[in-house]
């Protein structure tokens, strides 16, 4: 896979490996863009120090969390790679490699840093996640973004987030629950094959807090002016350990049966469930 690395604003971008001597040799927003109506986002598995910008203390910040998402960005990375083979063409990516400790895009603005040296990169991942939000919108006129995260309480376990169906009313509306928890949704697939989801398919019950939908669901999810379905995927831990590339391979299922179904995936062509 192909990536483009961002230094500090989002309109700086060099393809993979290339350094600007007039910028920060260090890569810390790996992306890449896209040719469908997908985008997968990952904020939280970066290790790398953001230039001149201590680590966070979070004095007097609500939910301050500085632990690292082990291994969600190469979910991300593979399941990227997987919808490109399946689709002979490339989702669109955004990758955090810096740390959460420096800055964490999973936030509102005033909770996400704490040195005005990490508000450029701060804007360079929103950045992105806007231009190809817009991308999508303009091209497909709907689309779907993934935010893939990773929790620690339950180790085969996918946490739902989507606000509580709030970041995907566009899709209900359009489909109804079922495209969101049906068996030809990502959520339902991904349980027919056994993976464990919370909440369960078959129920009601609400979406855990902790894992609910943070900042980056919330701002481009379709309840907003972005008409881009948006859903937080919290991974387990063996789901991103030792059962990576099993369920990588069903998570890529389950992308591959919700878009052949509800996603336009050529201009102007209606999904299978228009007709």
């Not at 779907?144 to 995907?168: C, M, P, W």
Request: aromatic content about 8%.
């Amino acid at each position: 896979m192909r990536l483009r690395s961002v230094f500090c604003l989002f309109t700086f971008v060099l393809p993979a490996f290339a350094q600007d001597p007039g910028k920060p040799s260090e890569k810390l927003i790996d992306t890449q863009v896209g040719a469908l109506p997908i985008i997968i986002s990952c904020p939280h598995d970066g290790t790398k120090a953001i230039p001149d910008v201590p680590v966070r203390m979070g004095t007097g910040i609500e939910k301050f969390v500085v632990v690292r998402d082990t291994n969600a960005g190469a979910i991300a990375e593979e399941l990227a790679k997987e919808l490109e083979t399946r689709f002979k063409a490339k989702p669109y990516l955004v990758i955090a490699r810096f740390g959460r400790k420096y800055l964490d895009v999973n936030r509102p603005m005033d909770g996400a840093y704490e040195n005005e040296k990490a508000k450029p990169y701060y804007e360079s991942y929103h950045g992105l996640l806007k231009e190809y939000s817009q991308a999508v919108q303009k091209k497909w006129n709907r689309g779907l973004l993934l935010d893939i995260h990773g929790q620690g309480a339950e180790s085969e376990t996918v946490f739902r987030g989507t606000n509580d169906l709030k970041t995907v009313k566009a899709l209900i509306t359009r489909y109804g629950k079922p495209a969101v928890v049906g068996e030809k949704s990502i959520l339902g697939h991904m349980a027919k094959n056994g993976v464990k989801i919370f909440p369960a398919c078959d129920k009601d019950d609400p979406e855990d807090k902790r894992y609910s939908g943070g900042h980056i669901v919330q701002t481009y999810g379709s309840h907003t002016a972005y008409a881009i379905d948006a859903i937080q995927l919290e991974t387990g831990g063996k789901q991103r350990g030792s059962g990576r590339k099993e369920f990588v391979t069903k998570l890529a299922d389950a992308v591959e049966v919700f878009a052949r179904e509800y996603l336009p995936m050529e201009a102007g062509k209606k999904p299978k469930a228009d007709k």
